[in-house]
Structure formats: structure tokens, C-alpha cells
């Protein structure tokens, strides 16, 4: 499978992610945002990140990164 990586890079409030989701709809492309970037995605980064979870099943942290992505 042969793909390409476009990555629209800008400062905060600039329109990156307008420009982005355009771009996506006009080439019908997938569209992600950096792990983290919603507000479930910060809270499940959290999760990830806290040591306390530092025993948390690879399947368990995989899944959580891919609902990140949802």
C-alpha cells in the first residue's frame, strides 16, 4: 500500500485544522490529529502517562491509542 503523509504545521488558532479536514474531504484521505488532540484523547493520554498505570496490558494501551483515533 502506497500512501502519502501531508502535515499542515502553524501556529495556535491559525487554521490547521480547517485547511486540514478541507484537504481530507476534497482528496477523500483519512484525517488524524496528534495523539492527544480532542478531549478524550488528552484524558486518555493522561491515562497512559500516569505512572500508576505503568502495569497496563500492551493490548489495553494499544486499544486505548486507537480510541484516541476514533
Same mark, same amino acid.
Given at each position: ?8 504545521e ?12 478541507? #484537504?481530507?474531504? @476534497?482528496?477523500? !484521505?483519512? %484525517?488524524?490529529?496528534?495523539?492527544? &488532540? ?17 502495569? #497496563?496490558?500492551? @493490548?489495553?494501551? !494499544?486499544? %486505548?491509542?486507537?480510541?484516541?483515533? &476514533?
Amino acid at each position: 500500500m502506497t500512501g502519502r503523509l501531508i502535515v499542515f504545521e502553524g501556529a495556535d488558532a491559525s487554521g490547521k485544522s480547517t485547511q486540514a479536514r478541507r #484537504l481530507a474531504s @476534497r482528496l477523500s !484521505a483519512e %484525517l488524524t490529529f496528534q495523539f492527544g &488532540a480532542t478531549e478524550i484523547g488528552s484524558a486518555i493520554r493522561s491515562i497512559l502517562l500516569d505512572p500508576t498505570h505503568a502495569a #497496563l496490558d500492551d @493490548r489495553a494501551e !494499544a486499544l %486505548l491509542v486507537i480510541a484516541d483515533k &476514533a
